[in-house]
């Protein structure tokens, strides 16, 4: 059965930094590309970066390019998203999916397979 586990959500204050981990089981993830996803309250859920298992390529919402890092490690079935000078906007849950068929897809319909999410609060 896949699955897929976030952690690493907290409460941060602005500007901190926060690594999210997206662990995956009973697949591997050689083969799919990961996408990160947020939802804050009373929005809707919007892709944030994603990361192909063809190349590596990676790309970002707009609002969070040079602030937030996705990698991969396939050897420990993780994704990562490292996520800097975070601001109070950035606030929501977070999930990571996965995509069959290596690459990335700006589409959330694509994604398949969601994690349950876990709580990103940037607050002072």
């Known amino acids: 059965q896949l699955q897929l586990v976030e952690s690493g959500g907290g409460l941060v204050q602005p500007g901190g930094s926060l690594r999210l981990s997206c662990a995956a089981s009973?697949?591997?993830?050689?083969?799919?590309?990961i996408g990160w996803f947020r939802q804050a309250p009373g929005k809707e859920r919007e892709g944030v970066s994603c990361?192909?298992?063809?190349?590596?390529?990676?790309f970002y919402a707009d609002s969070v390019k040079g602030r937030f890092t996705i990698s991969r490690d396939n050897a420990k079935n993780t994704v990562y998203l490292q996520m800097n000078s975070l601001k109070p906007e950035d606030t929501a849950v977070y999930y990571c999916?996965?995509?069959?068929?290596?690459?990335?897809?700006?589409?959330?319909?694509?994604?398949?397979?969601w994690g349950q999410g876990t709580q990103v609060t940037v607050s002072s």
């Open positions: 990361i192909s298992s063809s190349d590596g390529s990676t």
């Open positions: 999916a996965a995509k069959g068929y290596y690459y990335c897809s700006p589409l959330k319909r694509d994604f398949g397979s």
């Open positions: 009973g697949f591997t993830l050689d083969y799919y590309a």
